[in-house]
């Protein structure tokens, strides 16, 4: 039982590429959750999927799209990369609402990217 | 969305009580207090929820007085392995539609 698994867990982008960061659950909930942390700094959410098929913004979604694939994953995907998304990145998972557990997230152990 | 206020930075020196208060004076009727933990190069880690009055865990206790317009995380007798950014959210835990949104946190640093 891995929980919440994220990869890669480092990336090295040079300015304009893109990439995809993977993030995969065994938990069988429902939402998923994008942030990123900057250095010093609390975590901001990107975009969070409620359930399979549907996604909605969050706090900073500009320069990132998202794919909820199935149930188990959700990826963010960087188009054009550039330096201000220097940054780690976070996948998280609360239990279901039905559960009154969905304050309770479950956090992988984040990706490490670096835009040079 | 209610959002909470907490303090910066907090140093405590090992077998101290440290108390960190948050302030969330928009607190919603349904909203539950939530705290996290997150340690260097690590992903924020649930520690306590609670409603109103006090709950305790094998981690921290959680104090909340009748008016919910504050909270205050106790983690007794710390260790240097307390030393760890300190997250506090509201939010309700049976919303579906629940946005969890992390502030900036309380860094606490335990010294020898």
């Known amino acids: 039982n891995a929980g919440v698994t994220q990869t890669p867990k480092f990336q090295v982008l040079k300015t304009g590429q893109s990439m995809t960061l993977q993030c995969a659950q065994d938990m069988n909930h429902n939402s998923m959750y994008w942030y990123r942390q900057d250095p010093g700094m609390g975590l901001r959410l990107i975009y969070y999927s409620a359930s399979e098929g549907t996604t909605d913004k969050g706090e900073v979604p500009n320069g990132y799209n998202v794919s909820r694939l199935n149930k188990r994953e959700f990826s963010l995907r960087l188009e054009s990369a550039a330096p201000s998304q220097t940054s780690v990145y976070f996948c998280a998972t609360p239990p279901d609402a039905g559960q009154g557990r969905a304050t309770e997230a479950f956090f992988g152990q984040g990706t490490r990217l670096t835009v040079v | 969305l209610a959002k909470t206020t907490q303090p910066i930075s907090m140093d405590s020196y090992e077998g101290q009580e440290v108390n960190i208060t948050c302030s969330h004076n928009?607190?919603?009727?349904?909203?539950?207090i939530t705290w996290y933990q997150q340690f260097p190069s690590q992903g924020p880690r649930f520690i306590i929820q609670g409603y109103k009055t006090k709950v305790t865990n094998e981690v921290a206790s959680l104090f909340i007085p009748a008016d919910r317009k504050s909270s205050t995380l106790s983690l007794p007798r710390v260790s240097l392995s307390d030393t760890a950014v300190y997250y506090c959210?509201?939010?309700?835990?049976?919303?579906?539609?629940?946005?969890?949104?992390f502030g900036g946190g309380t860094r606490l640093m335990v010294k020898p």
């Open positions: 959210l509201v939010g309700a835990p049976d919303n579906a539609g629940n946005m969890l949104t």
């Open positions: 928009n607190i919603a009727t349904n909203d539950y």
